[in-house]
């Protein structure tokens, strides 16, 4: 099956696709490393959840294009947390589209202004390459902060679900409409198995594993992972439920 297969609700004309970033990483095996920013795209908005590395910005503008689309359209920016690969693009993009609007949660908003350092990096050799090429944009920028439970009008209806754990203001969005979870970094997948989060990177995981118990409770049938793209299952509330209940008896 297609992990980045598109997904069509023709009710309300939604598309919800993650796209995939190639970023160059030349020491990693292949030089590359993929990542994966989903464009949600509805008769009110073009959103873009999370924004790349620092420097994939043309990565971004031609998968965005590659839609029919462009830069100039997105209406939106979500951000799932502050980390530099979720937000290291966010400066040039708003450079481009000063009208696109940024949401995130409040507990990561002063990182993301850069009233704060953002709290982690990325490991070695990712923190060496692209830690001196980010800035953040002019503070304050961000829009609207986000909060539990909050449903957007955006794509027929976008649901907030708080999922701290990677960082204290992570954000999942669900999509009730196709049953869609995008799960930013509280969830990954490597090779064909859905994981929870990467706990190099993840400070409280506990607290992760907790969000991912919260998560399960949604009727949940396609899952976007950053780090991975799309799984699909339909039996994927056990198979969270499972994730969550072993993480946490760890």
């Not at 994966?36 to 509805?42: A, V």
């Not at 971004?60 to 689309?69: D, F, M, N, V, Y």
């Not at 939106?76 to 949660?105: M, R, Y």
């Not at 990467?198 to 409770?217: E, F, G, R």
């Amino acid at each position: 099956m297609n992990l980045i297969k598109l997904l069509e609700i023709n009710m309300t004309k939604t598309t919800i696709e993650p796209m995939t970033l190639n970023i160059e990483v030349p020491a990693f095996p292949g030089g590359k490393w993929p990542i994966n920013p989903t464009l949600i795209t509805s008769e009110n908005a073009v959103v873009l959840v999370d924004t790349g590395t620092p420097g994939s910005y043309n990565l971004i503008a031609t998968e965005i294009e590659r839609r029919g689309l462009s830069i100039d359209q997105l209406t939106t920016i979500i951000l799932t947390h502050q980390d530099i690969d979720h937000v290291g693009n966010l400066a040039k993009l708003l450079e481009s589209n000063s009208n696109i609007e940024v949401f995130s949660h409040e507990l990561d908003r002063p990182y993301i202004e850069g009233n704060r350092p953002l709290i982690k990096g990325l490991p070695a050799p990712l923190d060496v390459q692209f830690s001196e090429g980010y800035v953040a944009p002019t503070a304050p920028f961000i829009k609207r902060t986000l909060a539990d439970g909050e449903e957007l009008d955006i794509a027929g209806g976008l649901i907030i679900i708080h999922t701290p754990g990677h960082t204290d203001g992570h954000i999942s969005l669900y999509h009730p409409t196709s049953k869609t979870l995008i799960v930013g970094d509280a969830m990954i997948i490597r090779g064909p198995e859905l994981q929870g989060p990467n706990p190099m990177q993840t400070p409280d995981l506990d607290k992760a594993y907790q969000s991912l118990t919260k998560i399960a409770a949604f009727d949940i049938k396609r899952v976007i992972c950053y780090h991975g793209g799309m799984y699909e299952s339909e039996t994927l509330n056990e198979e969270i439920a499972q994730i969550a209940a072993t993480g946490l008896a760890k």
